[in-house]
């Protein structure tokens, strides 16, 4: 059982920034890797990124890739997702992950309520 709250959403222009983070409570001592999806409106959520917990490897996918870093805080059991250079094909709800596995870009256990992220022209 583990209790993820994302924050960090909002508006933003194409080409500008956001940070999105991740706070994950409960039995956090069980999970083994995180992750961020998201889902646009009318499409099936999609894998972003995923950080292992302890090795601190990372994955994106090819559509973020050079644009958004995922990285973690062990210490606060924060994860965040830097997105740079947003385009409008970004805008989305965007969801935090928590697995006992690696199974990504397939979902772990445990889910957040999901951030909204609009980029705008």
């Known amino acids: 059982q583990v209790q993820l709250v994302e924050s960090g959403g909002g508006l933003v222009q194409a080409g500008g920034s956001l940070r999105l983070s991740c706070a994950a409570s409960?039995?956090?001592?069980?999970?083994?890797?995180m992750g961020w999806f998201r889902q646009a409106p009318g499409k099936e959520r999609e894998f972003v990124a995923a950080?292992?917990?302890?090795?601190?490897?990372?994955a994106y996918a090819d559509s973020v890739k050079g644009r958004f870093t995922i990285s973690r805080d062990n210490a606060k059991n924060t994860v965040s997702l830097q997105m740079n250079s947003l385009k409008l094909e970004d805008t989305a709800v965007y969801y935090c992950?928590?697995?006992?596995?690696?199974?990504?870009?397939?979902?772990?256990?445990?889910w957040g309520q999901g951030t909204q992220v609009t980029v705008s022209s």
């Open positions: 950080v292992n917990w302890n090795g601190g490897a990372t």
């Open positions: 992950n928590a697995d006992r596995y690696y199974r990504y870009p397939s979902p772990g256990d445990s």
């Open positions: 409960g039995r956090t001592s069980s999970v083994y890797a």
